[in-house]
């Protein structure tokens, strides 16, 4: 799986971010980047239907809203599950330095922030899309 990510990384433009998806942990970090491809999915799929229909459709927006919240939650749990992870290892090795504490901190951090940064990201659409289900009402 290393090996794989380090391909994408000479690949895209973006090295670092392969780098954080690794650091995070990808068993918190993957699932978090599948579902802000969904909802972006889902955001094309709904934007779609506006063109198609002429009016947004509450399910899209409300799934997308769901999935929003699940992944920050999920962030959230990936920090507490490498926090734990952490402060197992502290009880192990005994006293440790203040830089390799505050580097554990900053990478448990990491899915937390991709969750919320995702949820955000969900938020943002969901308004803009209650902002476009409102001006249809008001014209008719």
């Known amino acids: 799986m290393q ?12 090295p670092d971010l392969f780098d954080l998806l690794y650091f995070g942990g990808l068993f918190f970090m993957v699932p978090i980047l599948i579902m802000l491809l969904l909802i972006l999915f889902l955001t094309i799929k709904n934007v779609l239907e506006i063109r198609r229909k002429g009016f947004s459709s509450i399910k899209y927006s409300s799934l997308i809203n769901s999935i929003g919240l699940f992944t920050m939650v999920w962030g959230v749990l990936g920090q507490l599950v490498g926090l734990v992870e952490a402060f197992d290892t502290i009880e192990k090795l005994g006293e440790i330095s203040a830089s390799m504490l505050a580097g554990g901190l900053k990478i448990s951090a ?26 249809e009402l008001i014209k008719e």
């Open 3 to 14: 090996l794989f990510l380090m391909q994408l990384q000479n690949i895209f433009l973006f």
């Open 110 to 135: 990491l899915p937390t922030i991709f969750g919320i940064l995702v949820f955000v990201i969900s938020r943002i659409i969901t308004i803009v899309f209650s902002w476009i289900q409102h001006e």
